[in-house]
């Protein structure tokens, strides 16, 4: 069968619990839930974790153990709301359909169950990385190999990437909102008109690989993505640019850190030899080098789908972050050093 189809069936056999959970009172919710998660728990010994490193949806750890680092074997149920309206651009169970096809690839945690507000899955062992090490050699090449397996994930033939009109519903979206959507319009076929014509695969792509996406488990040296929200097919080349913007950090930007032209092809060279396994051709550098420029071009559009996506979280999140701040970071892309990447030529 093919990946739609198996996508769909896989679906099909997670529970989905009718119950939605009070975003500012989670707890009599996720207590609710856990009953039918884990039936045998006591409930008056659970307890509950915020992780507050995520900007869309709320991310609660439930475990029956005191301490507040569970250890590698504890059983700790991870239970995510969905952040107010983002159902308005986000598919959700799209979403489920995706985590439960990765989950059955290796590439992605077991999800429990979906309720009317959000999903519960199971926690992997390890830490989210930080900005430190991110640019360590060791680390970021492990980033490299695990996207490349992700991108290596069979797909129908005519599957085509989903970045353009998710991009114009954005518009859509801020048109109603603020005022001036012209320039984004004027923006956007800059973009489509240049970077169509780069032929960049469509592949599956996470499309939010920030730090706090990947789990690094020091014990056994591995990486690991979660929070699959934007995962769908979209352009190689977007998911590898979207990564390095990433080095950028999110609450406080600074295009400083941004990887140097050597890091990124290290990095590109150790994604070319993972992505190219099945073939088991040598890397040439003058792939390296084309797939660099492409990179390059479409972290442009990686900067406009968030600024975009942070000035309508201004309007409708209630998660306590300063997202007017951040869009304006995200949308000065002619601050950045790369912006002249546009002109180069196609190689």
């Known amino acids: 069968s093919g990946l739609l189809e198996d996508m769909e069936l896989r679906c099909s056999d997670i529970p989905h619990v009718d119950l939605e959970i009070n975003e500012e009172e989670p707890e009599p919710g996720i207590l609710e839930l856990l009953q039918i998660l884990r039936p045998d728990w006591c409930l008056e010994q659970v307890y509950m974790k915020s992780f507050t490193e995520g900007i869309t949806n709320r991310l609660i750890g439930c475990f029956v153990r005191p301490d507040q680092r569970p250890d590698p074997d504890s059983d700790l149920v991870l239970v995510r709301l969905y952040g107010r309206h983002t159902d308005l651009f986000v598919d959700r169970s799209r979403e489920v359909q995706m985590v439960r096809l990765l989950e059955s690839r290796g590439c992605g945690p077991k999800i429990y169950c979906s309720f009317r507000n959000g999903i519960s899955y199971e926690y992997l062992p390890g830490a989210p990385l930080s900005d430190r090490l991110l640019t360590q050699p060791h680390i970021y090449r ?96 977007f998911d590898i640019g979207n990564h390095f913007n990433e080095f950028a950090g999110v609450s406080d930007l600074d295009y400083s850190r941004y990887p140097s032209p050597g890091l990124q092809k290290d990095w590109i060279t150790t994604y070319l030899k993972n992505y190219s396994q099945e073939t088991g051709s040598e890397v040439t550098e003058q792939e390296v080098t084309r797939l660099y420029v492409h990179v390059c071009k479409f972290s442009l559009a990686s900067n406009l789908f968030w600024g975009m996506w942070a000035i309508l979280q201004s309007k409708l999140s209630s998660i306590d972050f300063d997202f007017r701040r951040c869009s304006l970071s995200f949308t000065q892309v002619t601050q950045k050093p790369y912006v002249e990447t546009l002109r180069f030529p196609l190689i």
């Open 142 to 237: 492990l980033v490299a190999a695990e996207m490349a397996m992700l991108h290596l994930f069979p797909l129908f033939w005519f599957m085509i990437s989903g970045l353009w009109s998710f991009l114009w519903s954005l518009v859509r979206f801020w048109s109603g909102l603020v005022p001036g959507p012209e320039v984004l319009r004027t923006e956007m076929v800059l973009l489509k008109s240049s970077l169509s014509r780069l032929r960049s695969p469509v592949v599956l792509c996470h499309n939010d690989l920030l730090t706090k996406n990947i789990i690094y488990n020091k014990e056994i040296g591995t990486v690991k993505f979660i929070d699959f929200e934007y995962c769908d097919f979209n352009y190689q080349a």
